[in-house]
DNA sequence: TTGTAAGCGTTATCAA
DNA sequence: TTGATAACGCTTACAA
């Protein structure tokens, strides 16, 4: 059965499809008898407005365009689930594209989303994106993008990020007031701005306690249980090391486990923080001490302000939202 | 800057539109000459095609709805994952709803979908949706449905479903032959497919060891941490009960704390077999015996099977894949 | 308040 | 091999 157009309707009434869309559309230039005729006729019908039409007649689409490294990594997902329960109530969809941390990919679905005329692009970039071009070609489109977590001011339009560096400055801190001081630092590439924070808050806190800052207990590329968990073999061998602040959670597992096999126990003998708070923090042995990342509050701060970008006109060049973070005591950090 | 479009290159080059049009379609019908001089123009003014305009040409996109519960589900975000790794490649795009486990909202993404011209929706319905129309609506316009995980016959085309039979056959088995006898099992809705064929696996292990079932050793809706923690909790009190079958990892989770509240050790006095392969399971203490359910294996069939009804521009109808699944035995249920 | 008519960018049909 | 033309379904000046 082919589906109802506005001319569907029109022909059924006796009147023009302009006075079908103005009734459709809520247009005040219209009588209440026939708008209600007009709606009663759709509904008859079984009217679905073709929104594809409508996008191409108006120049533009109810569609944002979402891309992330990675949509099944648990941070991201959840920025997704928020952007779109803020989004969807708003009358727009979500076009989701992952990047596969590559950059290669990134530029394709850059590209995918500007054929789809996207109104707007919410975006954490891949890890291996140091070159920006690709990302601000849509803005010079007049495609506002904004960027969450993994940003870079040199795309313009609004910024969420989380407060990396407190987070990181708290959890050290937290180590440092709990007897700890001989702190290794597990994390990830330094091109992150995340991580760069993150050492960042790691080193001030360090500073401030009047401990001396040691560049052989920050290691780069452990941010995976893997690497995390030969890394901190690695140091625990040297018999120099009494925490580990972890740039995330995955590293901070890898790190108990270390411990745990080096016949040490966590927290008496290390110490153990991490970043993100996954769903299994809370549920391993022993509960582990973490910043918490919200990252549903970012999806949500992300949406609200791509739809204040569409509505403005303007790009939001320059905004930068900072989510405060929480440190989450439990087990693994005090003795 | 306005974006170039076909006929700009048409009239930078002295052809027509429609020259171009079938140029950039890779149409064998244009000289070699005139594609080359085509393709080069529009790389010189950044053409990138507008496919809206081409959807609504063609009267269908490249867009594919997805449909879940939520997409920040462990399962459904891996499922979403290997849904777009095949989707992308081969020109499609996905638009993404979720619809928080209720009918209503369920209702309207299905409408956001077809209004959207999507080419077909590849979903998994809400726990409160036991009237289908709405789905069967879609098919109705050709719009065609696969189905994945919870499924339901009355919808027309393929659907991909895991072996929950068996797996709850072979977890159960496993406890049995492990000196467990008075087995319990935790589960969800039995309105959901998914929970009814665990049941019936749980029962057909039991009859086939010629163990009594039990009603009152099933306990419905408790699929949670919490309520998982809470029926455990009680069943232990009863002291009739020496496993636990888990229709979730997460109520598995909450049945091994209530077991270690009690006092009770895991697997010495009481077993615990759960279900999805949650990745909390093996870091969790001690690791978690678990069928494993293959979300990426169901992502990459769902999206095939689309591709295929697409391309067959039929239905699909009563094609029914069931993705093996394989029980992992870890240190809850063995003594 | 309603109608007329043009156009968004593309593609399919037919003719040359 | 290329061109002319119409059409996909909708919106919006402008006119009535």
Redesign the interface.
């Known amino acids: 059965?082919r589906?109802a157009t506005i001319i569907d309707i029109a022909l059924a009434l006796g009147v023009t499809p302009s006075t079908v869309s103005r009734a459709l559309a809520g247009n005040s230039r219209v009588s209440l008898t026939t708008r209600q005729k007009v709606l009663n006729k759709a509904a008859e019908l079984g009217y679905?407005?073709?929104?594809?039409?409508s996008?191409?007649r108006k120049g533009t689409?109810d569609?944002i365009g979402m891309l992330v490294p990675?949509?099944?990594?648990?941070f991201f997902?959840?920025v997704?689930?928020a952007v779109?329960?803020v989004l969807?109530p708003a009358g727009f969809?979500?076009?989701?594209?992952?990047s596969h941390e590559r950059l290669i990919k990134e530029r394709q679905a850059i590209?995918?989303l500007?054929?789809?005329?996207v109104a707007g692009i919410i975006m954490s970039h891949s890890i291996e994106t140091t070159d920006f071009e690709h990302i601000i070609q849509a803005t010079?489109?007049r495609v506002p993008v904004v960027q969450f977590d993994r940003v870079n001011k040199l795309i313009p339009g609004p910024r969420i990020v989380n407060d990396n560096f407190t987070g990181a400055h708290l959890a050290v801190k937290h180590l440092i007031r709990n007897g700890y001081n001989r702190i290794a630092h597990l994390t990830g590439s330094m091109a992150v701005n995340v991580y760069q924070e993150r050492l960042n808050g790691y080193k001030y806190a360090i500073d401030e306690a009047g401990l001396v800052f040691e560049p052989s207990m920050v290691i780069e590329n452990a941010i995976t249980r893997e690497t995390g968990f030969e890394e901190a073999l690695k140091l625990i061998a040297k018999n120099k090391v009494d925490a580990f602040f972890c740039a995330g959670d995955f590293s901070a597992?890898g790190a108990i486990q270390a411990i745990q096999h080096s016949g040490l126990k966590v927290p008496t003998d290390i110490g153990v923080v991490g970043f993100a708070n996954e769903?299994?923090a809370e549920?391993?042995?022993p509960k582990l001490s973490t910043v918490e990342q919200n990252a549903y509050d970012m999806g949500i701060r992300a949406a609200k302000s791509m739809i204040k970008v569409i509505a403005d006109n303007n790009s939001g060049d320059g905004i930068e939202e900072i989510v405060p973070v929480r440190l989450l005591v439990r087990e693994s950090s005090v003795k």
Request: charged share 20%; with cysteine.
């Open positions: 059965m589906r679905q407005p073709n929104v594809v039409a996008s191409l689409s569609t990675r949509i099944n990594r648990n997902s959840h997704i689930s779109e329960e969807n969809n979500l076009l989701i594209c992952q590209q995918v500007l054929k789809n005329r010079r489109q597992t769903p299994f549920i391993i042995a």
